[in-house]
């Protein structure tokens, strides 16, 4: 079993800031790639921020400059610090990782459950 756990979101005023963290635990022999996805009611869900093991973070182009993504493999933890908020980042934030359970497993998709960002005044 993987558990994938997400944490920090919240309410903020436009301009503010927040941190969310996302722990993987449980079976994991390694994790690939880890990132960030949002939705809005009514649309798909859109990447926000991907990295991939061992390799540089890549940002959707809404966010670049004030989003930063980062990851701590001792951890299994990915984190994304989120700057300069606008009300268009309000979502549901999802975490993603893609894990390979065991040595001979192929790598699988998982994803956490979800944590609210309101970006309002």
């Known amino acids: 079993q993987v558990q994938v756990v997400e944490s920090g979101g919240g309410l903020v005023q436009p301009g503010g800031s927040l941190r969310l963290s996302c722990a993987t635990s449980g079976s994991i022999f390694r994790i690939y790639n880890m990132g960030w996805y949002r939705q809005v009611p009514g649309n798909q869900r859109e990447l926000v921020a991907s990295?991939?093991?061992?390799?540089?973070?890549k940002y959707a182009d809404s966010v670049k400059g004030r989003f930063t993504l980062s990851r701590d493999d001792v951890k299994n933890t990915v984190y994304l610090e989120m700057n300069n908020l606008k009300p268009d980042d309000t979502g549901i934030y999802y975490c993603?990782?893609?894990?390979?359970?065991?040595?001979?497993?192929?790598?699988?998709?998982?994803w956490g459950q979800g944590t609210q960002v309101t970006v309002s005044s």
């Open positions: 990295i991939p093991r061992g390799g540089s973070p």
């Open positions: 993603n990782a893609i894990i390979m359970v065991t040595s001979t497993a192929n790598p699988g998709d998982f």
